[in-house]
């Protein structure tokens, strides 16, 4: 049965798709479906249809879509002479926390503003002196490949294309590299300009345009949009070059001694963990010169668009497999899922496009730095789109990311998911169905929100029920992993992803925090930029009192049984290998 779901799939990677759907739009108007509006009747939703704290969508009282700066002053300026409240969001918003809600998200809240960058997207590059800027809103791969048509590369790049120059940069988003600035984005930001809250006398708003080296600067590259609106980003280039991946299959027995000295031998290594699997996959990724024979593309399997019928086919089958509590079928799925990558590079493709024929595969940085073709199609066709898209019932998951540093930590916490799963293999497999435990490498930055070490960062996905209410299989393991990382192991938590239990304590974690709190006192000293779901995130306190049911979603750890679902058989118990931590498991009897 899982087969008959997975080979589809499959086959929807190979063979010339009809044009997909683009992503819907994040802000959408008058029950139409559609952007636009003044905000009468809006709401704001992320790509994926929900948000790490609940289901629900973000009501909006007010929306403005500034195309220039002197608009992004204009509209920021009428929301501090009124004292509204104000939020900032893309055109993509993947942000997984409901950081953009403004105010309190209530449909009955005082009014407040959402600002959509989504019409704000210039490019420039400057080839003399090998920067690039762009506004707020402009796509990640827009940025690309203007630098790519001027003979230039932009070095680093998350795995994903769908976002915005001023997302990217203020949540830290990444990809991997413990060479030169690394792998973090906002490490090659080298100037940008804010757009803050003033007082009467400057116009109610003002612009801080910031160097490296400048006293805010550190403050305003990672500022999770607490501080103003980013408004344009300059960006170092080097001169254009061309990369070559290959794939490595390896049993897992040394991966917790291996990944270091991965990540010093390759300039953009990672590695993705199959723990029920024993498996880990390393790539091997270099830089190499323009002349290098090649012109492959990077089209990773999982950002590919995906017919809605073979994507909510697989959803369907999950669900279940969850139902029935068939943990064998969450095996076979993971098994299939490793060899369908394998089959076909991971996505990597041949020159023109052509279908993967064997490592290594060299193509430009531009082409192969970042992918996400499933969020650029024109809206001409029904039949495909990206596989998580909400309008379509397609896949539905959590996705945990935890950064460790010193790099020590994230060997002892290899070691201990080997322990766990030591106890029931066959528990792993429903990470690994999705993507195993992808491992990416970031290197120490001086941003006040960034990381202040090397680090290794692991993200995760897993399954997540439609309905709030309803436990998960397995739910007990993919809690203590998440307690294992940022408890024991004192990770800190991607400021875009993650449940919002992971951001307990997560101040203390940053030595720069005061740092960062001053700089907002400063810029955004009436708190216009604040809001009740940012607040949750960045205050790192769990929410009091505790509701029935909070365990489920990950917006409380559990103390009471009465925190998980002691009616469908989920009841709060000791951690299997970290006894400390408290999670939701199945039980037959309240008494085991």
Known sequence: MVATFLLPLLLSTLLPAAVPLPPRPPVRCGGSGGAGGDGAGCVLSNAYGAWSSDLADCPVSAVAYPASEADVVAVVADASAKNMPV???S???????????PGNGSSGAASSLLISTARYDGVAVDAAARTVTADAGAPLRAVIDAAEASGLSLT???YWEGVSVGGLVSTGSHGSSWWGRGGAVHDHVVALRLVVPAGAADGWAKVVALRRGDALFNAAVVSLGLLGVISKVTLALEPRFKRSISYEYRDDSTFQDDFARHAANHEFADITWYPSQHKAVYRIDDR????ATGDGVNDFIGFQSTLIAVSSGIRALETALEASRNVKGKCKMAAAEIAAKRLVGNGL?????RLFTGYPVVGFQGRMQTSGSCARSPPTDTLSACPWDPRYKGLFFYESTAMFSPAARFRDFVLDVKRLRDVDPDSMCGVDAYNGLLVRFVKASEAYLGQPEDT???DFNYYRASDGSSPRLSQ?????????????HGAR?????????AFRGVRGKYPSWDKFGAAKRQLDPRGLFDSRWSDEVVGGEEQLPKADGCALEGRCVCSEDRHCSPSKGYYCRPGLVYSEARVCRYSVSQLV
């Open 156 to 158: 680093a790049a998350p």
């Open 456 to 458: 290794v960062v692991v």
């Open 288 to 291: 190499m010169p323009l002349n």
């Open 476 to 488: 007990d393991v993919w809690e203590e992993m998440e307690q294992l990382a940022f408890v024991k």
């Open 87 to 89: 939020k900032v969001v």
């Open 493 to 501: 938590p991607h400021w875009a992803k993650n449940r919002l239990a």
């Open 349 to 353: 493709r041949g020159a023109g496009g």
């Open 91 to 101: 055109g993509f918003a993947h942000t997984i926390p409901k950081l953009a809600c």
